[in-house]
């Protein structure tokens, strides 16, 4: 089991703008003061200049604290999002995909079939494209279990199913495929949770559905 998440080494954007603001905000004292030291006492600087500027300094600082809420927020969410995955972990899961990962010479898929069909033809082909079974499954509407037993020798990877199933007439049948396998990690990319299904990597919202793992309890003779 894994858990793989970003580290914070870097401010955020909105600290960092808090920073560069500081340091204007310095500048700007700087230059008043400089401003005021030598104005012309009988043409003295516009006041209102000066309140205009530390008005939209203001302005600034509020939506830099705005933005730091806001990423506190989507941290926070992030957060949960990761919790709720891990829960996940060792389970076995359902993914809407026609890709399977193959482990210990198994690859799980499950099919469904709108209606009844005449034909189902099933074919699995490797990560290059070559077909490496051939067979027929159920034809009955609904969800079947499709379990690929590989022959031995053949190595883990991602094998992809096509299906091709017609009616007694010849017409082609809408058909869904969903792969099985277990949560093996889970990744967080571009701030989305993903999980790692026997090595395909999916987003947490596109489980269809979960089966707990039972735990082997060994008994004393």
């Not at 340091?23 to 005021?36: A, E, G, I, V, Y």
């Not at 799980?108 to 490496?132: C, F, H, P, R």
């Not at 082609?172 to 990690?185: F, L, N």
Request: glycine residues 8%.
């Amino acid at each position: 089991m894994e858990i793989n998440t970003a580290t914070a080494g870097a401010a955020t954007a909105a600290g960092q703008s808090q920073i560069k603001l500081a340091q204007d905000f310095d500048q700007f004292l700087t230059l008043l003061t400089t401003q005021l030291q030598f104005q012309d006492p009988l043409d003295p600087l516009d006041s209102g200049e000066f309140t205009d500027q530390l008005v939209a300094f203001t302005q600034v600082e509020q939506s830099i604290s705005t933005n730091k809420n806001l990423e506190l927020l989507i941290s926070q969410t992030k957060n949960a999002a990761m919790s709720n995955a891990v829960g996940f972990l060792g389970n076995e899961v359902t993914i809407e995909t026609d890709r399977a990962g193959l482990r210990n010479s198994t690859a799980k898929w499950e099919y469904g079939l709108q209606t009844n069909a005449e034909v189902v033809k099933l074919t699995v082909s490797d990560s290059a494209g070559k077909i490496v079974f051939e067979g027929t499954g159920d034809n009955r509407a609904g969800l079947h279990d499709f379990v690929w037993n590989a022959p031995a020798g053949t190595p883990d990877g991602i094998y992809q199913l096509a299906i091709s199933s017609t009616s007694a007439n010849g017409s082609e049948i809408q058909t869904a495929i969903y792969s099985k396998g277990k949560v093996e990690a889970i990744e967080v990319l571009n701030g989305d949770v993903h999980l790692s299904v026997n090595g395909i990597l999916t987003a947490a919202s596109n489980i269809q559905a979960v089966k707990q793992s039972t735990p082997v309890v060994e008994t004393a003779s």
